[in-house]
């Protein structure tokens, strides 16, 4: 599968942007490259596009280990409010994301518990990606509240931060039908899957490009037999990666459930693989605080449990096909 045009334009200049300045704030990302409201409706000041324009984004932000809140604010986010099909909510809520000026965050049920009740929800969410504007979908329904607490985690991987968020009876805005929060989930399983082929893919850019430096008994390493076959490996690896994690961007939305089941438990495997072997290819280098390789390494443990691990995905397709 290959990019359209108009999304290898924007592949290059979410990759140049995040290049140039890689500091930059969230709001300058969001603001100066217009990504934030790519699956924005443009009635609400967004593109109007759909889950392939954001695939691309989040492969990016995946290669560069971007701590952006793309996935939890421009994907899960969106998504949920889109579902939901509030038009009040949606007009609160959609101009800010996709201006930049707002993040955002989403409870999905099995990541939380809450309850609600009399319009107010009681509850927590003992790991949930940071954001501003907290949406929960509690009992068949999607709520806007502000938690009671919010305690910060210290993380595995510092590029993916977590918190704990505590509602004692807190009042909620409704914000939509919470009857959709699977595809929401699909959407994030999606975003995901492409920000794990984006790192999957960095790995093996500095595997091969490392294996062409480094020189034992006067030659490079990656003239070995046994170094061209683990690139080799991971070269399929990495592409049939992206192939799932395309196709479950591309999916029509009565096929985006497998598709993106299958992306989910391929690219989260094909990921902790191609971070293991940057890190072996290596060698002692590899395991040093001073190069990136391990920084990748933890990205792919944590995003690993970030929807459910690979058995959960599975678990789903089994169900699917009647197993």
Known sequence: MTLTEEQADLRDAVRAFLSARPDAS??????????????????????GCGPAETAVVCEELGGALSPHPY???????????????????????????????????VLLPGDADLTLSGGR?????????????????AGGELVEAVPSSRTPHTTLDPTRPLTALSFDAVPVVPAGDGS??????????TGLAAEQVGGAARCLESAVAHAGRRHQF??????????????????????????AALAAARAPAGELPVAAAVAGS???????????????????????WEHPA????????????????????????AAAAGL
């Open 218 to 243: 006067g030659r490079p390493i990656g003239s070995f037999q046994a170094v061209k076959h683990k690139l080799a490996d991971l070269l399929l690896l990495v592409e049939s990666a992206r192939s």
């Open 121 to 137: 929800l009681t509850g927590t969410a003992p790991y949930a990606p940071d954001g501003e504007v907290v949406l929960a979908f």
């Open 26 to 47: 969230w709001r300058r990302f969001a603001a100066e490259l217009g990504v934030a409201g790519l699956a924005v409706p443009e009635e609400y000041g967004g593109a």
């Open 266 to 288: 391929y690219c989260t495997e094909a990921y902790l693989a191609a971070a293991g072997e940057n890190i072996q290819i290596h060698g002692g280098t590899g395991i040093t």
């Open 71 to 105: 996935l939890a604010t421009a994907v899960l986010a969106v998504g949920a409010l889109v579902a939901g099909g509030d038009r009040t909510a949606m007009a609160r809520l959609l101009p800010g994301i996709a201006d930049g000026s707002r993040t955002a965050t």
């Open 294 to 317: 391990h920084r990748y390494f933890k990205r792919a443990t944590s995003d690993a449990q970030l929807f459910g691990p690979p058995q959960a995905h599975r678990a789903r397709l």
């Open 180 to 189: 959709g929060w699977e595809r929401v989930r699909d959407l994030g399983v």
